[in-house]
């Protein structure tokens, strides 16, 4: 990481010359500002900026969305407060004499967090757990196709997918041979992360044609969202100068595999794992804190899924046999299983295999920690441990299998509006009710190559 001193020699030496300032919007891309280097050691650090406050209401293609109550076209859509957190300050090595800095959202007038900013959300949740005298660890495993097509290709030919030429031309998993031939990619980014305050585990062949996984090392849950929404801009922007292209689409195509993001945490009291302790689940030895913890996330998986699976294209990942979890249970080391437990002693974690790589970190792990906090709170008990294989447990509930029926879970939750919050609650449900009512409008070339001629 960088520190303003020394980002002031880098920037004297001729090393930097610009910051670029950003956040995250509802849908986890990065918005913001590229400053003069000099004119935000001088100005911005301390004094922060200003963005337009449409950018949490904005769909897709950036345009402003009525019916939000944090800003709309009735309030003139006035200015946000951006307050860098210099803690994220970092050089972004892929980018040229740059450095990069991640903000809270913050009102102009007030200078409290705006809570419908994801990372609003997520600091109101590690501030929970901070109450409770614990802190969060998290790492996010995500995964991805690369394509030899480039992103202006792709666009160019409207996404067909016969326009898109796989990096791989075989299942891959775990291959050191094909993953030999990714690696101008590959081996880029893991640099580059590593040189930009993103410490790096791994990259492997995943069970698609070019799906690779990369994962970054464990860290705080704060840390760890913001690594995760780095990592993201940063092997879009290398694929980008490589004319090749990446996707984190959670289902790019009905015939290969989908794209996850596995998410690992545990809670950490006095610099111990507190999920470590004297009582046997089969092959586990954990504490009261996991026991409860865990049953509180399970329990709370259909009304938060939305910030788990926040596409329509989300829910066509979970498939029978695809390696995506479909049944809302948990096991021990089980790959067919919602809820995976893995690791001993201080390593011990949960696995969470639901989220897509399509998910916003932010909610996604500010939706973990509610749950588990509620269910630390009311003594929550774990159903039984699942042993066999989970896809044929049709005993367990299904995850929710579309983005409208999650939605209306989410809107109807009590307990999504306690732990977040009611403008939270209405402010995401609008969100994702919007998205689903942009793919309702939609023709698709689904329909086209079936009705077109034979309807």
């Known amino acids: 990481m960088l520190s303003i001193s020394q980002l002031r020699e880098s920037t004297s030496a001729g090393e930097t010359d610009t910051v670029l300032v950003v956040f995250t919007d509802l849908y986890g891309r990065f918005v913001g500002k590229r400053f003069d280097a000099n004119f935000f050691i001088d100005q911005v650090a301390e004094n922060g900026t200003h963005a337009c406050n449409y950018l949490l209401t904005v769909d897709m293609e950036m345009e402003p969305v009525p019916g939000y109550a944090t800003a709309n076209w009735d309030q003139g859509y006035g200015d946000f407060h951006l307050v860098p957190d210099l803690n994220t300050l970092r050089i972004a090595s892929w980018l040229d004499r740059t450095a990069m800095v991640l903000c809270d959202v913050t009102h102009p007038n007030s200078h409290e967090l705006v809570a419908c900013a994801p990372r609003s959300v997520l600091r109101r949740q590690i501030e929970r757990v901070s109450t409770a005298k614990m802190e969060t660890k998290a790492g996010s495993e995500l995964e ?151 049953a509180g996330w399970i329990a709370h998986v259909p009304e938060m899924m939305v910030m788990y699976a926040p596409t329509v294209n989300s829910y066509k990942r979970y498939q029978v046999g695809s390696w995506a979890p479909t049944r809302i249970g948990w096991s021990g080391d089980n790959r067919t299983a919602g809820f995976r437990v893995v690791g001993s002693g201080p390593s011990l974690r949960i696995e969470c295999r639901i989220p897509g790589a399509d998910c916003n970190p932010y909610l996604t792990y500010a939706a973990a920690i509610a749950s588990g906090l509620d269910g630390i709170s009311r003594k929550l008990e774990l159903p039984p441990m699942f042993d066999g294989n989970v896809y044929q447990a049709e005993e367990l509930l299904h995850v929710p299998t579309t983005l409208d029926h999650a939605t209306d879970l989410f809107k109807a939750s009590a307990f999504a509006r306690e732990a977040l919050g009611q403008d939270v609650v209405d402010h995401y449900a609008h969100f994702f009710c919007t998205e689903q009512t942009a793919f309702d409008r939609a023709v698709t070339n689904w329909e086209k190559r079936r009705y077109f001629e034979r309807i």
């Open 144 to 294: 991805y196709y690369i394509f030899d097509t480039s992103y202006r290709a792709a666009w160019e030919s409207d996404f067909a997918e016969d326009s898109l030429q796989h990096a791989g031309w075989y299942i891959e998993d775990y291959h050191a041979l094909q993953g030999t031939r990714e690696e101008p990619f590959n081996a880029d980014v893991r640099r580059h992360l590593s040189q930009s305050g993103v410490p790096v585990e791994c990259t492997k062949g995943e069970w698609g044609k070019g799906q690779h996984e990369l994962n970054i090392q464990y860290a705080d849950i704060l840390n760890m969202a913001d690594n995760h929404a780095v990592y993201k801009q940063c092997l879009k922007e290398v694929a980008d100068q490589q004319g090749i292209s990446v996707t984190f689409m959670a289902k790019y195509s009905h015939q290969h595999a989908g794209s996850s993001c596995h998410v690992h945490i545990s809670l950490w009291q006095d610099g111990q794992n507190a999920f470590v302790g004297d009582t046997t689940l089969g092959s586990i030895n954990c504490s009261d804190t996991f026991r409860h913890f865990l």
